[in-house]
């Protein structure tokens, strides 16, 4: 019953807003075009629940080139195991940061929330190139679909830095989910947005 609700909330939420941000969907997409080479969407290839791939949205907020450059950055990365996070990465553009600051960028979401790749609220996606590298227990986050925001986004992400780590937050929120659970990181969420404490 709880799975139910949970889904028709995610389509009821990501409909409305989509609808009520078109505006300033449009605009952000203008921006992207205008400011830098490359495509407005970012598309990434992430894994959703039971290991199924699927093709994900964000706007762009890096330069075309990113993910061939990402190569010559590994030994750069600030996260243990299989993610990579860098505070002052070079490869994300002046209208960039704002918008990951912001997490203006991952609005784009809310379509494959309404598709039923996401939710609003789940272990973040993990790309196809590394979720090929996970470990048994590392794959259990993928029990669940993936979300837009997650305990680890609202846990201080910018001070966690090995990758196990993150994954045990994501299987405390698999283990003890609930509605209340979800209403609570997407309060937090908010915050963490209002406030600007979002990724470099």
């Given amino acids: 019953m709880q799975s139910a609700v949970k889904r028709a909330a995610d389509i009821v939420v990501a409909a409305l807003l989509l609808l009520l941000l078109s505006p300033?969907?449009?605009?952000?997409?203008v921006l992207v075009r205008?400011?830098?080479?490359?495509?407005?969407f970012y598309r990434w290839r992430v894994v959703g629940r039971d290991g199924r791939y699927f093709t994900g949205?964000?706007?762009r907020t890096m330069v075309e080139d990113a993910d061939r450059l990402k190569e010559e950055l590994l030994p750069r990365n600030e996260m243990r195991g299989h993610a990579f996070k860098m505070k002052?990465?070079?490869?994300?553009?002046?209208?960039?940061?704002?918008?990951r600051r912001s997490s203006l960028d991952e609005?784009?979401?809310?379509?494959?929330?309404?598709?039923g790749d996401m939710s609003l609220v789940g272990p973040?996606?993990?790309?196809?190139?590394?979720?090929?590298?996970?470990n048994a227990w590392q794959k259990r986050r993928v029990l669940v679909k993936p979300g837009i925001t997650c305990i680890w986004q609202v846990s201080g992400r910018n001070h966690?830095?090995?990758?196990?780590?993150?994954v045990r937050l994501d299987l405390e929120y698999i283990r003890n989910w609930s509605l209340?659970?979800?209403?609570?990181i997407l309060l937090r969420t908010a915050l963490v947005v209002i406030s600007g404490r979002g990724a470099s």
């Fill in 88 to 99: 002052h990465d070079p490869r994300v553009t002046r209208l960039g940061r704002p918008l």
């Fill in 57 to 59: 949205y964000k706007f």
């Fill in 180 to 184: 209340w659970l979800d209403m609570t």
């Fill in 107 to 115: 609005l784009p979401q809310l379509w494959s929330v309404l598709k």
């Fill in 124 to 134: 973040r996606p993990a790309l196809q190139v590394d979720y090929e590298r996970f």
């Fill in 24 to 29: 300033l969907l449009a605009a952000i997409a």
């Fill in 160 to 166: 966690i830095s090995d990758f196990d780590d993150w």
């Fill in 34 to 40: 205008l400011s830098s080479r490359g495509p407005i």
